[in-house]
T-cell receptor, first 117, second 117 residues
């Protein structure tokens, strides 16, 4: 069983809907990530939070809005998505990101399979 | 230039045999980490093994071992005694140490492994 929990596992929404993806970890990790993954492709980084502050935004469209309410939770708010946004959305966490310490693996959740109608 | 290269389009192996999945990387940072992840069709990214650039010995984790050849910039994953449950997509990834809190995990394109009974 994964130690990073994502809900829901599947989500179907219309282009005018507003929904949220949730991610929770209790490993004491202080870095959390959102990735988007299309079928048979590697994950693409969207956002990184370090100590609950947004550290990296990979030029993601504003229809995706991340939120990190506390060190255990990470949300991704969705609004007015497009059909091309249909994908697997993966959340991950790792110990803090420190300069010169590249040895922290990211632990991933099972993902949310999102379909936009 | 691609930082992580996985060129094998798909691999087949007979159950109980060993298989090597290739990965080459490119970096000028003396401090970096190399990771292998497994992604079954269910979607979860499972961390398998880590190799640090300063590690003197090749990493091993159960049936997984990493053939790390620093001068050739290769980090091939060796799976011994393949099992049917090893059928999945395998990603090689690298994190460079110099960028600290803005460090990203760079993934290769992935390799599909199919284990035949």
């Amino acid at each position: 069983d994964t130690e990073v929990t994502q809900t829901p596992k599947h989500l179907v929404m219309g282009m005018t809907n507003k929904k949220s993806l949730k991610c929770e970890q209790h490993m004491g990790h202080r870095a959390m990530y959102w990735y988007k993954q299309k079928a048979k492709k590697p994950p693409e980084l969207m956002f990184v939070y370090s100590y609950e502050k947004l550290s990296i935004n990979e030029s993601v469209p504003s229809r995706f809005s991340p939120e990190c309410p506390n060190s255990s939770l990470l949300n991704l708010h969705l609004h007015a998505l497009q059909p091309e946004d249909s994908a697997l959305y993966l959340c991950a966490s790792s110990h803090r990101l420190d300069r010169g310490l590249p040895n922290q693996p990211q632990h991933f959740g099972d993902g949310t399979r999102l379909s936009i109608l | 230039a691609q930082k992580i290269t996985q060129t094998q389009p798909g691999m087949f192996v007979q159950e109980k045999e060993a298989v090597t999945l290739d990965c080459t990387y490119d970096t000028s940072d003396p401090s970096y980490g190399l990771f292998w992840y497994k992604q079954p069709s269910s979607g979860e990214m499972i961390f398998l093994i880590y190799q640090g650039s300063y590690d003197q010995q090749n990493a091993t984790e159960g049936r997984y071992s990493l053939n790390f050849q620093k001068a050739r910039k290769s980090a091939n994953l060796v799976i011994s005694a393949s099992q049917l449950g090893d059928s999945a997509m395998y990603f090689c990834a690298m994190r460079e140490g110099k960028t600290g809190a803005n460090s990203k995990l760079t993934f290769g394109k992935g390799i599909t492994l199919s284990v035949r009974p």
